[in-house]
């Protein structure tokens, strides 16, 4: 029983290790190591999935203190010249419990007046020799995104708002540069980028509700975000288009995404409707191993 007893109090007591500030490095070594992928420093049968030790990663960072602060440094430390890895967590959970449900409908009336009319002409397999045309965006959803209106909808909200939060640190650059000096901001920062031309049908839709867009900005920057339609990012900095920022800000989550060959979501805000066309028609049109 006092074996018993004392194995209990031992289990209920938190890792010691992780409790010592002097351990961070080691500790932040350690994690990298989880988000590298380097399954083989681990003595497994059978090496864990990416999704898994994600899912390892937040059951520690619940319960250690330490621990949490070394998955927020490494996460949401790679902008600290301009937000501070804890705002920079801020941020990204604020922008993520957005419900912006209310915009879906009004959306996709847009992306319809907008690009309805753009076809794909591809043969038709069932007639030899003839062709047909099919709506684009009937052939993007039904490609990249299971045929599933609601599932395109749904990537198209989470990649808004990592547009957003891109916003926001955008205009705290501006800000920083205004009091600090522009030496202490990287320039691609202070070059604003563009959405792509689906993400923007999203900004849109939104700020068609004024009410509510003003409420979601003052939430997560205090002030408007400003969209500016004749705005043109010319990319004279490298770095400063959109998928490049997204990548800097998100670059756990994009590694993660991007290795889960059913998430299409990170391609709305990297590839343009051409890229995205090209790739159906091209694909669409091949008639495959004879």
Not at 13 to 18: A, E, G, V, Y
Not at 62 to 69: D, N, Q, V, Y
Not at 81 to 94: D, E, G, V, Y
Request: hydrophobic residues 40%; contains cysteine.
């Amino acid at each position: 029983p006092m074996v018993v007893t004392r194995a209990r109090q031992r289990a209920q007591q938190p890792c010691r290790f992780l409790e010592k500030e002097e351990n961070f490095d080691i500790v932040s070594t350690i994690l990298q190591m989880v988000l590298d992928g380097q399954e083989r420093t681990y003595n497994y049968r059978d090496p864990p999935s990416r999704k898994k030790l994600q899912a390892m990663v937040q059951q520690i960072s619940a319960t250690c203190k330490l621990w949490a602060a070394v998955v927020t440094a490494i996460i949401n430390g790679s902008t600290t010249s301009i937000i501070s890895a804890r705002n920079l967590k801020t941020l990204k959970m604020n922008a993520r419990s957005l419900d912006l449900g209310f915009a879906r409908g009004v959306f996709l009336n847009l992306i319809q007046d907008k690009f309805g009319r753009i076809v794909i002409r591809h043969v038709d397999w069932d007639r030899e020799e003839e062709f047909k045309e099919t709506p684009f965006f009937e052939c993007l959803i039904d490609r990249f995104f299971d045929g599933k209106v609601g599932t395109f909808c749904d990537a198209v909200t989470e990649q808004y708002k990592r547009f957003l939060v891109v916003k926001v640190v955008e205009a705290y650059a501006v800000a920083k540069a205004a009091k600090d000096g522009l030496a202490l901001v990287h320039a691609k920062w202070l070059e604003r980028c563009q959405p792509t031309q689906i993400l923007d049908q999203m900004w849109h839709a939104h700020m068609l509700f004024p009410k509510r867009y003003a409420t979601t900005c003052q939430a997560i920057m205090g002030d408007i975000i400003d969209h500016d339609p004749t705005y043109v990012n010319e990319q004279k900095i490298a770095g400063s288009q959109l998928e490049a920022k997204m990548s800097h800000l998100f670059a756990i989550e994009s590694r993660w995404q991007e290795d889960d060959d059913s998430d299409n979501s990170w391609k709305l805000a990297s590839q343009t409707l051409k890229d995205f066309y090209e790739q159906i028609a091209e694909e669409m049109n091949d008639p495959g191993c004879g």
